[in-house]
Each structure stands twice: as C-alpha cells, then as structure tokens.
C-alpha cells in the first residue's frame, strides 16, 4: 500500500493572509485541492492522510466533499512544525500500515508537484527504503560572513537541493521517529525529517526533483501559481478542441 500524508500543519504567515497559505484560494479553488489532485490521480497512490491545523479540519472535510476527492481517507491534526505533523501523520497510521507500506509526505503548499516526481520518489523508495525528491543547486553561493556580505565560495556541485516528497517504507520512518523520541533529538534539531536523519546518521537517497517543484511560501508565490494554473488550464483546453476536430 501507498500512502500520500499531505502536510497542512502549518500557518504560513509570510504569505500576509488571515488563513493558512494552502487553504488560499486561486482561481477558485484552494491552493491545498489542486495538491491532493495530484495525489488523487496517480495510479501508485492508494489513500491519502492530510495532516491538517486544527482549527480547519472541518473546512478541509468541505474541500475533500466538494473536489471528490475519494483517496483522502484519514485526517489527522497537525504539530507546532513540520516534524511535529510528520510525527503525528505517523502515530496516525500505526494500527493502518504494515512495515512494507510505502508513505510519502509532501507539502500541502507546493500545488506545482507532477505525476513523473512522485513516480520516481515511489520508485526510488522501493529501491533503497527511503527517497527524498532532490535537484542539483544551479545558483552561484557563498557563506555569509556579515550582515550583507561574503567572503567564502561554496562550490554549488557540492550541494544537494532537497524538497518534497519524502517517500519512507513505514517500518524505517517509524522506528526512526521512535528513535529521536528516544534519543531526546525532537526538540534539538532542526525540525524536519532530514535533519532527523542526518543526527541519526541514516543515509538520504534521491529521487527526480524539479526547479519548478517550489513551496509557496510568500505572495509572489501565489501570483507564480496563479499564472500556472492559467497557462495549464489553456493548454488543456487547446488540447481537447484539437481532439475534437
């Protein structure tokens, strides 16, 4: 079994909205239904988990109804970070998932995921047990040394840009989140599934990533998906007037 946990946990208030930035809507529908959808349509998923804030449980329930979106099949409530949901997403699904299940988490906020990523992140994760969508670094870099300078060159062959989905087979996210419970690591490290694994020295494997695949995370973020979504809804509908012809 295959199971998406979309992360909503989260506020996002560099977005400057008065709702989280995945229940934001955009050309009429919110930012977190066109995620799912993705989800929703990709043969290897089976059901999706959302991890979602509290307080919008009931309004994601509404979005889930109206969008048909028949994969969500578990709701759970989400942490104070990302860790944290990831964590209860996890706990969720202890009586649910066998060791061998396949989950793969990604950001309720980053609408711009494709179905060959998460082909790839399923995968990969079959392959080598865990699987995080990555991309080479194609900008120049350097380590600050000021406030507004740098005197350091970071040679951008060295870096790995890793985003989502993350993709576990349960049984290795599990214990690993058991073992930084354990260890007393959840709250000294910075909060997130990588960092978690980089303290526990558990290897990161890679799957296909894309420059295009970006969380929203400000406004201009938003205008960018906006502009997508458009340019995506012609092209659908130039397609299917030439298929009429």
Known sequence: MNVAVILAGGIGSRVGSDIPKQFIEVMGKPVIAYTIEEFQKHDEIDYVQVVCVEDHIDHLKDIVEKYELSKVKWIAEGGSTFLESAINGIDHLRDICSDDDIVAFHFAASPFIRQKLISDNLKECRKKGNAVSTTSFYLL??????ESESTEYIDRETIACMNSPHAFRYKLIRDLFDEGRKRG?????DPFITALMYALKEPIYFSKGSQTNIKITTREDLELFEGYVMYRNKKTASSNKAQRL
């Open 141 to 146: 870099s350097g380590i600050k040394t000021g």
């Open 185 to 189: 690591l959840i709250d000294q490290i």
